[in-house]
């Protein structure tokens, strides 16, 4: 059940990742540090804050707390001057860490509680609670991405007005 679980999750994760990545693909350098208002986060900074993140809960989740002392959030939302290239740097080695403490995981480690903020937490909440929270921040890419380009935009999940067409599709592709 663990393995069926960790399989489960790991592509739930993936599929958040693609749709930040064809929303990524799509901008260009500039948009990646465009923000609607001061408030407002630019996707530079959500790729910092999520891949800061995963780094601190996933780096040695077992053995130290998933709030390393090294992380500083509030820096994650500051302005970044960082290339496209270097952006999708950071992006990758959040995800392959996330991805790699994920592939760790069996059942004799499953159920070894793991710390954040100094509380105990059980493995299955830490990952119920990221699975929660990477969507998001994926969601805020792709709608940023979406208000930049307008017409451009290519949707990175079912088109808008095309559910029935690719309801027909997937249906079609099952039949044997």
């Not at 948009?31 to 408030?39: A, G, I, S």
């Not at 500083?72 to 403490?101: M, P, V």
């Not at 930049?148 to 990175?156: G, M, P, R, S, V």
């Not at 808008?160 to 309801?167: A, L, P």
Request: include cysteine.
């Amino acid at each position: 059940m663990v393995e069926l679980y960790l399989e489960n999750i790991t592509k739930q994760f993936k599929s958040y990742k693609e749709v930040a990545d064809k929303t990524i693909s799509q901008l260009e350098e500039k948009d990646l540090h465009w923000k609607y208002n001061e408030e407002s986060n630019s996707i530079a900074s959500i790729i910092v804050h999520l891949s800061e993140n995963m780094l601190s809960r996933w780096t040695d989740f077992f053995t130290s707390d998933g709030e390393k002392k090294s992380r500083n959030r509030d820096a994650e939302f500051e302005s970044h001057n960082l290339s496209k290239q270097e952006l999708l740097i950071i992006w990758k080695k959040g995800w392959t860490c996330l991805f790699d403490a994920l592939a760790s995981i069996n059942d004799t480690n499953f159920n070894q509680p793991i710390y954040i903020r100094n509380k105990e937490h059980k493995l299955i909440e830490s990952i119920t609670r990221q699975i929660a929270h990477y969507p998001y921040h994926i969601g805020q890419i792709a709608y940023v991405g979406k208000m930049i380009l307008n017409d451009k935009w290519q949707t990175a999940s079912i088109a808008k007005g095309k559910s029935k067409e690719f309801m027909k599709q997937e249906f079609e592709k099952n039949l044997i």
